[in-house]
């Protein structure tokens, strides 16, 4: 049995594909319903990422690529791909989208001013509009899978590796399983996990009722869905906090409601429900997926890789982590966790761009220094 630590968006993601491949399952949260944490707050807005080319980028619109068509096919009621709108934040920000453009997700298309205008915006210079992109409903998604799967409630308070398998401790009980998968997004105190610098970023989201109808969804320095069944959504993730505010009453998004209402009327917007919550990002900012390096064994073992000697790194047997998806948690989780199953179930070799070795070996020198 492997057990799923974590029931957001990566924890539900990672059992679907693991259960899809004839692994069975034990989807395990601290909560009795999935995607209480950052993913319930979650905008959900799958769309690419625009910029000047890169790695980063080019994963990104990868895993965009995967997304859009799984949730078409799987999720199609509670995905919504009315095309997202990126526009400048700014003046400068508009004279970077022509370098932008080379490397744009394909296909786009350039809006102008007076076509941001028909779609009901103002004080917007236009943007790249991306057809295939849309907004999901991050806790109907996530609902949909742990229901399927079945979710056990359970507050994971310590690990153990006994004889090849993991004994998980918590709530008054002790649960055991072959392997691990760890999706416990921004914290991640179960095991010594330093080398990979995740931190959370804490965000709100309003749920808005509105008579204006919104055609597409758009991203500047905040997101702001298209219109469905008289409701909008309004959200951004900016805030570096060390844990989630618990009772904002709704007050980070009256920034948020500022802005909106500078690029399109939002007169009749009535708050219905806000949700915050954190993000979590690792230190390159790219997602994390495969196996976990056993550092104070890698220490004690092994001190001199403190001073940067090439040793053979050794990894927990029979755990993996899927974290660290940042902003786009709804983008990278279908092909992230895809990877994640073939690796644990077939060994297909994770790609170095998300495996958390990369990170290690900086970070152990520091320790040296
Ligand atoms: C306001 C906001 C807006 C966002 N907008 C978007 C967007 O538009 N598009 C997009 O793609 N992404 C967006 N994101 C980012 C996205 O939400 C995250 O990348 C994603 O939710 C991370 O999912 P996760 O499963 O890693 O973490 P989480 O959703 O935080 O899930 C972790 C789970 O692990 C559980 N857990 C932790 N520790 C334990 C333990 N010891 N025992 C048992 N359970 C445990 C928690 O209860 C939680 O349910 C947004 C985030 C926020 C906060």
Request: with cysteine; hydrophobic share 40%; charged share 25%.
């Amino acid at each position: 049995m492997i057990a799923v630590i974590g029931a957001g968006v990566a924890g539900v993601m990672a059992a679907r594909f693991l259960k899809a491949a004839g692994a069975e399952v034990l989807l395990i949260d601290r909560s009795h319903i999935p995607a209480s944490g950052g993913s319930g707050a979650a905008g959900a807005f799958v769309s690419p990422k625009i910029g000047k080319g890169g790695p980063l980028q080019e994963l990104t619109n990868e895993a965009f690529a995967f997304a859009h068509r799984f949730y078409r096919e799987n999720f199609p009621d509670a995905f919504h791909a009315d095309g997202v709108l990126r526009i400048p934040k700014n003046e400068a920000d508009e004279a970077k989208f022509r370098d932008y453009e080379a490397f744009n997700y394909r296909p786009y298309e350039v809006w102008s001013r007076e076509e941001a205008e028909r779609a009901g915006l103002r004080n917007v210079p236009g943007g790249f509009f991306f057809p295939d992109a849309g907004d999901a409903d991050a806790q109907a998604i996530c609902r949909e899978i742990g229901n399927g799967i079945g979710l056990r409630q359970m507050a994971v308070e310590r690990l153990e590796a006994r004889q090849g398998s993991w004994l998980l401790h918590g709530s008054g009980e002790v649960l055991k399983a072959e392997k691990v998968v760890l999706a416990t997004g921004y914290e991640c105190d179960l095991l010594d996990l330093r080398y990979l610098g995740i931190k959370g970023l804490w965000g709100s989201r309003g749920d808005y009722a509105t008579s204006r109808k919104f055609p597409i969804s758009l991203h500047r320095d905040f997101s702001l869905s298209s219109t469905r069944n008289g409701r909008v959504k309004l959200g951004a993730t900016h805030v570096k906090r060390p844990h989630p505010c618990l009772a904002c009453d709704g007050q980070p998004l009256k920034e948020l409601e500022g802005k909106a209402s500078w690029i399109t009327d939002t007169s009749d917007f009535r708050l219905l429900e806000t949700f915050c919550g954190m993000r979590s990002t690792s230190r390159d900012h790219f997602p994390t997926v495969g196996p976990i390096i056993d550092v104070p064994r890698m220490l004690e073992e092994h001190p001199s890789v403190t001073r940067g000697a090439k040793v053979p790194l050794i990894h927990h047997e029979n755990l993996v982590i899927l974290n660290g998806l940042g902003g786009r948690g709804f983008v990278f989780a279908p092909l992230m966790a895809k990877w994640l199953a073939q690796y644990l179930l077939e060994g297909t070799a994770v790609d170095a761009r998300v495996h958390p070795d990369r990170l290690f070996y900086k970070w152990v020198r520091r320790l040296g220094n």
